[in-house]
């Protein structure tokens, strides 16, 4: 070989040699499955089974020494965790990635996956985890400004600069994870900002905003309502037909005027701003994203709770203007789970839950999540913040979901799974699965096989898988089922009840619960104290 043309093939070695690995085909990803959606990690279906982290905690390694062994002994298989611009890029163009190499080697170390909270423009609405350089640089890096003129702690997203230094510290972090993280596949997906929203207005009064308010509203979102016209949630739709569906024209000719009006608008704006990040971070290194919304409470008015998120009454907007969002999630918060989760499934968007109150009845509603609504994730928020953690309710409901990922993996798609909540004034759950019409009620509700009625009731919850028609397995706690053939003049028997567990995958069988568990055949009960799997088999006569 030439001399030249030998030192030009070990140029080329040595430059494909530096570059990162290569991500692999296996990269985690969201496919559509019959129905439903599902996260794909390394290939195989995959539930979240999460805590997230209080906000401070993953700034410290060293706090987080003591707390992966508990997040482990929760049976969780996945920690979210915030990445903070400020620590990532504390000087302009310099970038430290040692907070995030730490969380990568000690998931691993537990045997746990990550999803990433990019705490970037915003967090909760504020700009509080903006690195010091933009928060000391009024002129360059301007804020939103109330009614009144008055800025707040929020970055404008009418400003090109602000977005161009969020999403160049997003970039660089993207690009990293690829680097050290392309093949591990570590972290399976990332949450772009945090609880977007606008306060204590519903719209921001800075000068580009104000210019922008008057111009026309853009092609896109006017493409988008007529293309979805007949699809579009019933609020949003509403506020768009009052005026008469017109189809050109500004924000207050095509929406009205009035506060809706004003949040709608910051919704376009706050989700094409966070739609240039979330593109630029998957031309880097294409993992699933999502943002998140701090739920607004019944009766406020926008401006009073952190507005123009995605919220459920402005979704459309979202979706019309951030195509590089995957999923639009809830915190949860507020009271009235079903409600809320019915809101943010609409349209075919996946549940998936990155924080939720950790309180009492929490792991109820995690096995109705994943049983009703076939949600990809679900995670208590500060789940490192209790010295009682060890023997947490949801550390035993994790349990028992790891168990059964593969079997909710496998027939989800089918639509051979359902779950029911069952709190103190809900009604008994009914649905069908296989050949049979299934009643799901609370425990303490049959008093009559209890003895006295429990004061203190604990919300119960559960999920049927059939694998069969006339074969089921049930997990939950506090439920009590029974089971009538959906064919006319039959009745329902019980060949056999038995709980256990999954090692391996396998079944494995324990006690056969045939007599008083079943009381005689009657149905399949699991005490409120109690979490377990049950393997029943059905006949009729």
């Not at 990019?118 to 903006?130: I, L, Q, R, V």
């Not at 945090?194 to 207005?201: A, K």
């Not at 921001?204 to 922008?212: K, V």
């Not at 809830?330 to 009235?336: G, H, I, Q, S």
Request: charged share 20%; net charge neutral.
């Amino acid at each position: 070989m030439q001399p030249k043309l030998f030192l030009l093939f070990l140029l080329l070695a040595l430059a494909f040699g530096a570059r990162a690995q290569p991500v692999d085909g296996s990269l985690p990803r969201l496919v559509k499955t019959g129905p439903s959606t599902q996260l794909l990690v390394d290939g195989k279906p995959y539930f979240v089974l999460g805590g997230e982290l209080g906000n401070s905690a993953a700034s410290s390694t060293a706090y987080m020494q003591p707390v992966w062994p508990k997040l482990k002994a929760l049976h969780l298989n996945t920690v979210i965790a915030p990445v903070y611009w400020e620590l990532l890029e504390p000087q302009e163009g310099k970038f430290d990635f040692t907070l995030v190499d730490d969380l990568l080697r000690d998931a691993r170390r537990h045997q746990l996956k990550l999803v990433l909270l990019w705490f970037g423009s915003w967090k909760n609405s504020m700009s509080c985890y903006a690195p010091a350089w933009v928060k000391t640089d009024l002129k360059r890096f301007p804020r939103v400004e109330d009614d009144k003129g008055v800025p707040q702690e929020i970055m404008t997203p009418f400003e090109p600069r602000n977005l161009e230094a969020d999403k160049k510290a997003f970039v660089q972090l993207l690009q990293h994870l690829r680097a050290a993280d392309g093949q591990q596949h570590t972290v399976i997906t990332v949450q772009v900002e945090n609880e977007i929203g606008m306060l204590p207005t519903a719209r921001s009064y800075d000068a580009r905003a104000n210019a922008a308010f008057k111009q026309p509203v853009p092609a896109p979102l006017l493409t988008y309502l007529q293309r979805e016209k007949k699809n579009l949630k019933p609020e949003f739709a509403a506020i768009w037909q009052r005026q008469g569906a017109k189809t050109k024209g500004t924000w207050e000719e095509i929406f009205g005027k009035g506060l809706a009006t004003d949040e709608i608008f910051m919704a376009w704006h706050f989700a094409a701003y966070t739609n240039a990040i979330a593109a630029a971070g998957k031309a880097a290194y294409p993992l699933p994203m999502y943002v998140n919304a701090a739920l607004n409470r019944p009766g406020w008015l926008p401006g009073r709770y952190p507005s123009a998120g995605p919220l459920p009454h402005v979704m459309d907007v979202w979706l019309a203007a951030s195509p590089a969002i995957d999923i639009l999630a809830p915190d949860f918060y507020n009271p009235d789970f079903k409600h809320w989760c019915d809101l943010y499934t609409r349209g075919g968007n996946p549940l998936f839950i990155p924080e939720i109150r950790f309180e009492d009845g929490v792991a109820a509603k995690a096995f109705y999540a994943f049983g009703h609504y076939n949600c990809l994730s679900f995670s208590p928020f500060a789940i490192e913040g209790s010295d009682t953690l060890k023997g947490a309710p949801i550390g035993k409901a994790y349990e028992l979901l790891q168990q059964m990922s593969p079997l909710l993996g496998r027939y989800q798609p089918k639509g051979q799974v359902q779950g029911f909540l069952l709190q103190k004034d809900s009604a008994a759950s009914v649905f069908t699965l296989g050949d049979y019409r299934f009643t799901a009620r609370h425990e303490y509700t049959l008093g009559w096989s209890l003895g006295a009625k429990k004061p203190d009731w604990t919300p119960g919850g559960g999920l049927v898988v059939a694998v069969a028609s006339d074969e089921f397995y049930v997990v939950g706690t506090g439920l009590v089922l029974t089971a009538e053939p959906t064919a006319a003049g039959k009745r329902a028997g019980y060949l056999s009840v038995d709980e256990g567990i999954f090692e391996g995958g396998k079944w494995v069988p324990g006690r056969r619960l045939n007599g008083d568990q079943d009381h005689q055949g009657r149905h399949v009960r699991v005490p409120g104290d109690e979490y377990s799997i049950q393997h029943v088999k059905l006949y009729t006569y």
